[in-house]
């Protein structure tokens, strides 16, 4: 702590490079443009890409925001990498001096080192680490909602929330003035018009089956195959496999409802049926996908999804059969 408001002492005189991992998201952008509040002077550098809720949040805050190209040759005084200790994750650090790391994920076998490294594996976010190192009486309204905006969409609505996420969230709240649903109002992204558009027309080619108590579902679609298969579970599916074809290559997206705590990985899953469409599978264990470049084989590949998630499900019960739930 000694050394963190030491660190932000130094920060307060300099000029700062503020910049996270690749893809950056809500938490990231958010803990970026907090520090910023801190520095001298500050540009936040992206690697590539923000999602739509990054770019919502630095378009309702005027945020100016740098790519790598605008600031080449650029000398800081600082450079303060938030939400990633990944070098793979932050191509765009190497060969560079990074003075300080303030992330919350697990270690990576390519950790980044940093003078100042503070990471916190049980902290829900980047801004819930932040809300806690950074001294209580600078953070003002706007500070204070975009520390909440940043933890309620890292936190997955607080799925991931401890109690000291709540603690966090309890000022943050008290010092933005408003309620959680009208927080959840402004950070509020509608999903691309496209992407529903493609996901219902998904559904309409849409198939499921009951195995005991679970329902597997899946389809194929044009585009946007992880929105398709998030949205099979919120329509009642336990288990959904979305293919889409391309010309030359063929993906699947995979997922397992997270309230199951069955041992089934979709992961495993992936890995299994990937060669089938000629290429390879990975993820978590309840997100999880493939990729290969025989789109010809997708529909025997998403059968195999099926028929593998039924093999899981019957061998949980020494009879063979899925375990009835009798309430
Ligand atoms: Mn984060």
């Not at 690697?47 to 600031?71: G, K, M, W, Y």
């Not at 799925?159 to 996420?165: D, H, M, Q």
């Not at 943050?172 to 493609?198: E, F, M, N």
Request: charged residues 20%; positive net charge.
């Amino acid at each position: 702590m000694q050394k963190f408001s030491s660190f932000l002492a130094k920060a307060s005189k300099s000029n700062c490079m503020l910049t996270f991992h690749s893809l950056g998201d809500l938490d990231a952008i958010a803990s970026a443009y907090v520090f910023s509040r801190f520095c001298k002077s500050a540009k936040i550098v992206i690697p590539d890409h923000i999602n739509a809720e990054a770019r919502h949040f630095a378009l309702q805050n005027a945020l100016t925001l740098h790519s790598l190209a605008d600031v080449q040759g650029e000398k800081f005084g600082l450079t303060i990498l938030l939400d990633c200790s990944s070098a793979k994750l932050a191509v765009h650090m190497a060969g560079r001096k990074i003075d300080a790391i303030i992330d919350h994920h697990e270690p990576h076998a390519d950790e980044l080192f940093a003078p100042l490294k503070i990471v916190k594996e049980d902290a829900s976010s980047t801004c819930e680490m932040l809300a806690f190192l950074l001294p209580a009486k600078k953070i003002d309204e706007k500070i204070a909602y975009a520390l909440a905006a940043g933890i309620v969409s890292d936190s997955a609505h607080f799925r991931s929330a401890s109690a000291k996420t709540f603690k966090a969230m309890h000022s943050l709240l008290q010092k933005c003035g408003c309620t959680y649903s009208q927080l959840l109002q402004a950070c509020h992204v509608p999903t691309d018009i496209s992407a529903r558009t493609t996901t219902l027309q998904s559904f309409q080619r849409m198939q499921f089956e009951n195995a005991g108590n679970y329902i597997i579902a899946w389809t194929i679609t044009n585009a946007y195959e992880s929105h398709a298969a998030l949205s099979l579970l919120n329509i009642g599916a336990d288990f959904s496999f979305v293919g889409h074809a391309g010309k030359k290559t063929a993906r699947i997206s995979a997922r397992m409802d997270s309230s199951l705590s069955l041992p089934i990985s979709m992961a495993d899953i992936m890995r299994e049926v990937a060669p089938l469409i000629g290429g390879s599978g990975g993820g978590h264990k309840y997100a999880a996908g493939a990729s290969g470049d025989s789109p010809a084989k997708l529909n025997e590949a998403l059968c195999a999804c099926v028929r593998l998630t039924n093999k899981k499900l019957l061998a949980l019960k020494d009879d063979g059969h899925v375990q009835k739930i009798e309430w």
